[in-house]
């Protein structure tokens, strides 16, 4: 055997036997390194004849090749292994039972307040409605047919927002979801029934007032519905919604810029033992304002009013659900408090959901 084949036979069975990939790198550069025996041979190359170098430097270069072949596939075999081992050392046991964190979500009252009331609406052929909350003088004033100098308008009830072009309007938070009514008469023709909710903010923060609160508004028109419809309406869903069949209601005048006739609406009930009975006893409790829409709010809505009336009417959605589940302070639906939440808040397979007729 020559002294070529015995180094080859050396080094492949070094390569072999390497168990780690430092062992393997020593071996490389052992063997085809700058100072390496395979690298030896090949500069013999020049010292040889003429006639031998062709022969000789083909069968030095078939050693390279071969155990370069050797070393990449033993370097792949030491780098699982190497791999193998770690996963197993590093290995998470994910069948561990997670920590009882207490987390599971309820539903909001807030949530749950709107849910009812527009499933109590759908029952009723009330089409739903959103609309944005940053609203242009028109859609939250003016339509509305309020005065250039109502007090509604001012900086210490109205949040403005600064235009971001000197000479341009200014826009406002809107202070009612009233806008959204204008919005859907000017893209629906009669005749309309709809109710629309979400957010509303006015510069007022107390016991019974947050600068952010939730709204639901209703409006009904067409040529022929009056203020009689209008009691009806309330009543079946007010009763639906807080549970007492026939519940007593009482309508007083009041005045609001876009309806007329306007009136607050009271729902009857009584004080047992510190805690209000809704439904029963000779007092009163205001739940919400309506009346027949303005004949200017159709005007301006590209509406006839000499051929088209309706009604409206607006609730506040934190008042409902304060006074339904018994929440004492208005701002507390806003604290993020997780132990409120757990107190008041709704499982959401065990909601309660009465409809009409209930």
């Given amino acids: 055997m020559s002294a070529m084949e015995e180094l080859k036979q050396?080094?492949?069975?070094?390569?072999?036997?390497?168990?780690?990939?430092k062992a393997l790198d020593e071996i490389r550069v052992n063997a085809l390194g700058k100072k390496g025996a395979v690298t030896g041979l090949m500069q013999k190359i020049a010292t040889l004849p003429p006639e031998e170098r062709k022969s000789y430097g083909q069968a030095v270069n078939d050693v390279k090749t071969a155990l370069e072949t050797m070393l990449e596939s033993r370097l792949a075999v030491l780098k699982k292994k190497e791999l193998d081992a770690r996963l197993i050392k590093e290995a998470v046991d994910v069948t561990l039972p997670a920590y009882d964190l207490d987390t599971q979500g309820s539903v909001h009252?807030?949530?749950?307040?709107?849910e009812e009331l527009v499933g109590i609406?759908?029952?009723?052929g009330f089409d739903s409605a959103t609309g944005p909350s940053l609203e242009d003088d028109f859609h939250n004033f003016t339509a509305l047919n309020f005065p250039p100098n109502h007090p509604a308008r001012a900086m210490h009830d109205t949040f403005y927002i600064t235009p971001e072009n000197e000479g341009d309007e200014p826009h406002v938070l809107r202070t009612h979801t009233s806008p959204v009514q204008i919005r859907y008469m000017e893209a629906h023709q009669p005749p309309i029934k709809m109710v629309c909710h979400g957010r509303v903010y006015r510069s007022d923060y107390d016991q019974t007032h947050t600068p952010m609160f939730h709204q639901m508004e209703g409006l009904m028109v067409d040529e022929t519905t009056n203020f009689g419809h209008l009691k009806g309406t309330l009543k079946e869903a007010l009763s639906a919604f807080f549970g007492v069949k026939d519940l007593p209601l009482r309508f007083r005048p009041s005045f609001f810029p876009f309806t007329e006739p306007s009136t607050e609406i009271d729902i009857g009930c009584s004080w047992k033992n510190g805690e209000l009975v809704i439904g029963e006893g000779d007092k009163w409790m205001e739940v919400l304002g309506a009346g027949m829409v303005h004949p200017n709010v159709l005007?301006?809505?590209?509406?006839?009013p000499q051929k088209l009336q309706g009604f409206a009417?607006?609730?506040?959605?934190?008042r409902l659900a304060m006074l339904k589940y018994g929440i004492p302070d208005l701002r507390t639906f806003f604290d993020a408090d997780l132990r409120w939440m757990k107190h008041y808040g709704f499982m959401a397979l065990q909601r309660p959901n009465r409809a009409i007729g209930e």
């Fill in 121 to 124: 609406f759908a029952d009723m």
């Fill in 299 to 304: 005007k301006n809505c590209g509406y006839d």
């Fill in 313 to 318: 009417f607006g609730m506040g959605i934190e």
């Fill in 109 to 114: 009252p807030i949530t749950q307040t709107i």
């Fill in 10 to 21: 050396k080094i492949t069975q070094e390569i072999e036997t390497a168990t780690d990939l």
